[in-house]
């Protein structure tokens, strides 16, 4: 598909970092693994330090989530609070993440976007954010809602989409998850798209 066409984008103090669900349980050895969900960390920290404001969602499930195929839902147990699958993978710079927003905490929610149920969006006003890059996993599911939900709050929303996995469950999904977000009003660019 065509990507916008966007060279070099200077990062500004009112400009925010999201990194969506960058847990062991996303990645390959967990529960709900992405395909080479690992191999988005090296994008994920180097462009890290350029931005003034990082923050990481966390998919936090409390067991009777009913998005667990044990209820009837369509996903395996994963990140579940508290436990080794829900915590950041250690290819992730933990150390650069300023703040955490727990999301999936209610049972009756599908809990894909960082927005939902989540102060979020608040905390990134409170911050004074006005623009969004969008990276982790997975593409078809919490970075997709992710981005889409920010462009709805008005934030000016990219994707780093060398900085995304798909889970795939069909495959294309993460082919029409990109072209969701784009149409959806995100700007779809590469980590090596940003400038400092
Ligand atoms: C996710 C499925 C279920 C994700 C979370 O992080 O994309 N996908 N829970
Ligand atoms: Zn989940």
């Known amino acids: 598909m065509t990507q916008s066409v966007v060279s070099e984008i200077p990062v500004a103090d009112h400009d925010a970092l999201i990194v969506v669900d960058p847990q062991n349980d996303f990645c390959p050895g967990g529960s709900l693994a992405v395909p080479g969900g690992d191999e ?46 829900a915590e950041f993978h250690p290819s992730l710079n933990a150390a650069g993440i300023q703040e955490t927003v727990r999301k999936g905490t209610n049972p009756d929610l599908d809990g894909y976007s960082g927005f939902a149920g989540t102060d979020l969006a608040q905390r990134l006003t409170d911050r004074g954010i006005r623009r969004v890059f969008v990276c982790g996993l997975a593409t078809d599911y919490c970075v997709k809602a992710t981005a889409i ?8 929303t990219y994707v780093l989409t060398d900085a995304i996995r798909p889970v795939e469950l069909q495959p294309g999904d993460g082919e029409r998850a990109l072209a969701a977000m784009r149409s959806a009003g995100a700007r779809l660019v590469t980590s090596l798209d940003l400038s400092s």
């Open 149 to 156: 939900e920010a462009v709805e709050h008005g934030f000016e």
């Open 40 to 85: 988005i960390f090296g994008a994920v920290n180097a462009v890290m330090p350029r931005f003034r404001h990082v923050i990481a969602t966390q998919d936090w499930h409390p067991p009777e989530h009913k998005y667990f195929q044990a209820l009837g839902g369509p996903w395996p147990y994963h990140c579940l609070a508290g436990s080794r699958g």
